[in-house]
């Protein structure tokens, strides 16, 4: 069974006791519990390193005292003028940060940003913080101040992460208003490279040399004929198809991740765009029947039936392909075939590109690949749009409409 990944309160230093019982719930919100030898609803969270604990009556009660525990914390911590960048840091990924119900890496991502806010500016007294002085941290952040210089797209995640973490503190009154938000980036800042896309005959060309490859063929054919990112596509399992359907569909509801230096599969996925239903091109379905078929007659051989909950596209142990192994293995596909050097995410790129290219409106192609909106994809694309000619034509890269 696909593991479920959940958030867990940090941090709470031991486990329940004996006759205790404790209810699993979001990250920052202390937990709750029954003490069987006192008969008490107890109410725990840890604030500054130190434990604090409440009963009630019931869990109505208990969950007011541990949120009124946090405002005094948090009136405590940010009350007095002379709070800091710093402060107000902590308390926005204490109060709001880790309460969002976030994807691992995405949360990672929050903390980066954090980190790097707090090396520049964290000193810095929220009433002394201004539009320059921000600016002055981004261009030394475009400089190279904590390790390479960061990119356009990265200065743009720092700069929201501050604007957020301000508007917070706007909100409860420390500050009168936000100078994030009118902070600009150095135009000087590197842009972050373009990611390649094939053209359609060279599309083509792959397609064809992926025929002899294997299960990593497979993968890679899927991906170039729905565009799945390629945790979705390593992630994908047989009972998530309906390949016999009328017409056939490719349901999105794992994938694969790097957790703690390992690979698991979950069934939390990167928004809730992300859980989306693909109506499947013939090639599509072809390339699955056929993966299918390989993989029960092996398995077949090893005296065992194939779990209708199986990973369509495993390594030889049944387990999840390896992300660094799958970048390799189409790299020297590529470089095999005189074809541009491509990531396993640039076949996805490269089927969004082929839509586009090909008049499909770009709400329906950020549908496809599962964007929460369409605006990323507009900017991305801009230089590829036309208006849209009618409805989306099937990516079959074995019938001449595809090139």
């Known amino acids: 069974m696909p593991k479920r990944t959940t958030s867990s309160d940090a941090g709470t230093g031991e486990e329940a006791g004996a006759g205790e019982r404790r209810t699993k719930r979001p990250h920052g919100a202390g937990a709750i519990y029954v003490d069987n030898r006192r008969g008490t609803l107890v109410g725990e969270i ?15 009660a208990v969950n007011r005292r541990l949120s009124q525990l946090k405002r005094e914390h948090a009136r405590q911590e940010l009350g007095d003028g002379n709070a800091t960048v710093g402060q107000a840091l902590d308390n926005w990924q204490r109060r709001v940060l880790d309460g969002k119900d976030l994807a691992p890496k995405t949360h990672e991502l929050y903390v980066w940003a954090l980190d790097l806010i707090r090396s520049e500016l964290g000193s810095t007294r929220l009433s002394n913080l201004t539009v320059d002085r921000i600016e002055r941290a981004l261009d030394d952040l475009a400089a190279g101040s904590q390790g390479r210089p960061l990119s356009q797209r990265s200065l743009k995640l720092v700069r929201s992460t501050l604007g957020q973490v301000l508007d917070h503190a706007k909100r409860r009154k420390l500050i009168s208003d936000n100078p994030a938000r009118d902070a600009m980036l150095p135009a000087d800042a590197p842009r972050t490279a373009e990611r390649k896309a094939l053209t359609p005959e060279q599309g083509r060309e792959l397609w064809d040399a992926l025929a002899d490859e294997g299960t990593y063929g497979a993968m890679f054919r899927l991906q170039l004929t ?8 390593a992630g ?4 998530a198809l309906e390949l016999d359907a009328d017409p056939p569909l490719l349901h999105v509801r794992r994938a694969v991740r790097i957790e703690h230096n390992r690979i698991v599969l979950v069934d939390d996925l990167k928004t809730a765009a992300s859980y989306r239903s693909i109506v499947l091109p013939a090639d599509a379905v072809e390339v699955l029947h056929r993966q299918r ?5 092996q398995a077949l051989a090893d005296g065992r039936g194939l779990p209708r909950d199986a990973l369509c596209f495993p390594n030889q142990a049944g387990t999840p392909i390896d992300p660094s192994r799958a970048r390799r293995v189409l790299k020297r596909i590529c470089a095999e075939n005189g074809l541009p050097e491509l990531s396993p995410n640039e076949l996805r790129h490269s089927a969004a590109s082929i839509l586009i290219d090909r008049g499909v409106a770009v709400e329906l192609v950020a549908d496809l690949l599962g964007h929460t909106n ?4 507009a900017e991305h694309y ?6 849209a000619a009618g409805a989306a034509a099937a ?9």
């Not at 604030?47 to 019931?58: F, K, P, S």
């Not at 801009?382 to 208006?387: M, S, T």
């Open 46 to 60: 840890w604030l500054d390193g130190q434990r604090h604990r409440v009963t009630g009556a019931n869990r109505t």
């Open 226 to 233: 729905t565009g799945l990112r390629p945790g979705e596509a």
């Open 236 to 239: 994908l399992c047989w009972d």
């Open 293 to 297: 078929v390989d993989l029960a007659e």
């Open 374 to 377: 369409f605006r990323m994809l």
């Open 382 to 387: 801009r230089h590829r749009l036309r208006p």
């Open 395 to 403: 990516l079959n890269w074995s019938s001449d409409s595809s090139a």
